[in-house]
């Protein structure tokens, strides 16, 4: 049957609807499609990563070359004394290669949040501005599975400038590391760099959504990012210096996030003048603000206000 | 899990637009939602029969808080909100109530960026169908709206009826038993208003489905819809089929005359009855009270030697009784039922 102005006909869909677990990845893969069709800010952000990881990879590739003529100078030694200079030259090898890879990391992190900063204000924001979530939520989905399906979004470029590059580096020293000795000895290490690389990407991804979501511009929100990331860092930093406290520093995303990194990988403090589980206290807490921000905020953007 | 029908209150009219046997796809009963102290819907009691059904009201008057209880976003303060026979109770009556309803948002809702048929395919796979129905179906709907080769290009250079019609196609793409329709012609220039329609009137005249269209457009409501609401500050003043509200009265007649108009209207002012006389020349007469028919108007012709081509009814538009009733609001609150 038609209209009498309209020459398509309906086709009845005879399919089943079903309740899929992963809707979430849906409307996350919607969000990085469109992230994707925007090349040349994808060119410009990546491009500085990218080149971090290379050059990363090469000299990691060159540090493990450089002291093979070392394990072939050392042919001629007693058996004994071999063994154990190998095991020395080695665990310095992989000691070097771990401490370029943790400078790969400290370098990323400011990329991450400018990455993430500007995949993510608008993913709220927008939906706000357009009133697109009468769109989702007029369909069979929950607000957690809209909250995850933008953290899903956000947390993929995060991962991209971050858990990706960590990957390769730790790929390449493995693969150049004698008889995958790092991946072997070090495994350890490449699974905390995963896991600190992803909690931070999940953390600044919780973030940057709580406040794309408090408005409906999306450059609001990557200005209300950085103000508060930047301004709480160089105003911490500031007053400890200032008032002769470290405590301070506790003020800062970054200053607790690194005391995290120290304690997770052994490193030096720098003489910083407060615990882990204040600094974890401290992301906890910043964490859950967020959640909230975001229950509430998706709340109102479910029942349309 | 849903929850079953509630009986409906002693004392409960059911709307006599409503054949008998017949379920209705939505039933409100003592609906209630307040904000605060803002009062959106007072105790709004209403059936809404199967086929297109027209929401009228001004700014303000609840559409849309009424549009969010029945897809379950809004959580009534008194009463009940019923669609398709279920209950948005709990989680999931209402996740059950959206795999049924089709929405089409009034704002320009759609993400820029992305194309026609990504966007509905997307939408279509948030609904619940697997990868392949969800792209086949959008190309089906998007075909049914006629969005040609646009569908491959970015939303950026969509007109505005372009648009509306891809909003048309995402809220058929589960191909749901009941579409709530918001505004659908806004903003849309004449020919694409007209488009619009037929989608409309196709949906609910031919393909059956129920179709809740709010509009301001009273010839929009008239032309796709067999019954209309009409809401006013959270309450139905209105609400039956148009047949029957616009039906002729017999009070008001249209007379035309081969000469002497202006002679007849003379002597029927004088006989106490009210006269206009329109712009084809035709009076239009409002019979006084007790007289029952135009015999009498007849004789007074007859008496003045004019001499009477025709004698119609009039039929009310919608635009008329819609006056009608927001008035009669305004004077006397309370629910007139056609």
């Not at chain 1, 040349?40 to 540090?63: A, E």
């Not at chain 1, 975001?294 to 709340?299: A, D, H, K, M, P």
């Not at chain 2, 966007?119 to 709907?141: C, F, M, P, W, Y």
């Amino acid at each position: 049957m038609k209209a009498t102005t309209h020459t398509e006909v309906y086709r009845r869909f005879d399919g089943e609807l079903r309740q899929r677990p992963l809707r979430s990845v849906t409307l996350a893969w919607s969000g990085i499609r469109i992230g994707f069709k925007k090349k040349l800010p994808m060119l410009l952000l990546f491009i500085i990563p990218g080149i971090f990881t290379i050059v990363t990879g090469f000299m990691v590739q060159l540090k493990f070359e450089a002291e093979s003529g070392a394990l072939t100078n050392m042919a001629g030694m007693e058996p004994s004394a071999q063994t154990i200079a190998m095991g020395a030259l080695l665990s310095n090898q992989l000691g070097q290669v771990e401490s370029l890879i943790f400078q790969l990391l400290t370098n990323m992190q400011f990329f991450v949040v400018l990455i993430m900063g500007w995949y993510g204000s608008g993913l709220i924001a927008e939906d706000r501005k357009l009133r697109a979530n009468l769109l989702y939520f007029a369909r069979p989905i929950s607000r957690f599975t809209y909250i995850t399906g933008k953290l899903l979004t956000v947390m993929f470029w995060g991962s991209a400038a971050v858990v990706v590059p960590v990957t390769i580096v730790c790929s390449v020293a493995s693969l150049a590391s004698p008889e995958w000795s790092f991946l072997t000895e070090r495994w350890g290490t490449i699974l905390k760099l995963e896991l600190y690389a992803l909690l931070w990407v999940f953390f600044h991804g919780i973030l940057v959504l709580a406040i794309s979501s408090l408005t409906d511009r999306r450059n609001r929100a990557l200005g209300g990012l950085f103000i508060l990331y930047f301004l709480t860092l160089a105003g911490s930093n500031a007053m400890a210096e200032l008032m002769s406290g470290q405590g301070w520093r506790l003020l800062s995303i970054p200053n607790n996030f690194q005391r995290v990194f120290d304690s997770l990988f052994d490193q030096s403090s720098n003489g910083v003048g407060w615990n882990l589980e204040a600094s974890l206290w401290i992301l906890g807490l910043v964490t859950y603000a967020c959640a909230a921000i975001l229950s509430r905020q998706t709340r109102k953007l479910e029942v349309g206000a | 899990m849903t929850s079953p029908a509630p009986e409906p209150p002693p004392g409960h009219a059911p709307d006599p637009a409503l054949p008998a046997g017949q379920e209705p796809i939505v039933r409100l009963q003592g609906l209630h939602k307040s904000f605060g102290s803002v009062h959106a819907l007072r105790g709004l009691d209403m059936e809404l029969p199967p086929g297109p059904v027209g929401l009228l009201g001004p700014n303000g008057a609840g559409k849309t808080t009424l549009i969010g209880l029945l897809l379950g976003l809004l959580e009534p303060t008194k009463g009940t909100a019923m669609v398709a026979g279920l209950q948005p109770t709990n989680r999931a009556a209402r996740i059950e109530i959206r795999k049924r309803v089709g929405y089409m948002p009034e704002s320009d809702c759609l993400l820029p960026g992305m194309t026609a048929v990504e966007i509905v395919s997307a939408l279509a796979k948030l609904t619940g169908l697997n990868r392949q129905d969800a792209i086949t179906r959008a190309h089906e709907v998007l075909d049914y709206v006629e969005l040609d080769e646009a569908r491959y290009r970015a939303l950026d250079g969509y007109s505005t009826g372009m648009k509306q019609r891809l909003k048309l196609a995402q809220a058929l793409v589960h191909d749901p038993e009941f579409l709530l329709l918001d505004e659908p012609t806004n903003g849309l220039d004449p020919a694409g208003r007209r488009h619009m329609l037929s989608l409309v009137e196709d949906l609910g005249r031919n393909q059956k489905k129920n179709v809740l269209l709010c509009s301001h457009l009273l010839p929009d409501v008239e032309r796709t819809c067999d019954n209309v609401v009409v809401l006013v500050k959270g309450q139905a003043i209105l609400q039956g089929s148009i047949a029957t509200l616009t039906a002729a009265e017999s009070q008001r007649l249209r007379v035309e005359v081969e000469e002497g108009a202006a002679l007849l209207q003379t002597a029927l002012e004088s006989a106490a009855y009210a006269t206009t006389l329109s712009e084809d020349g035709a009076l239009m007469v409002t019979l006084p009270a007790g007289v029952e028919d135009a015999d009498a108007l007849c004789g007074l012709a007859a008496k003045e030697g004019v001499h009477i081509s025709s004698i119609d009814p009039v039929r009310s538009t919608l635009e008329e009784v819609f006056l009608k009733a927001v008035d009669e609001s305004e004077k006397k609150p309370g629910a007139t039922t056609a």
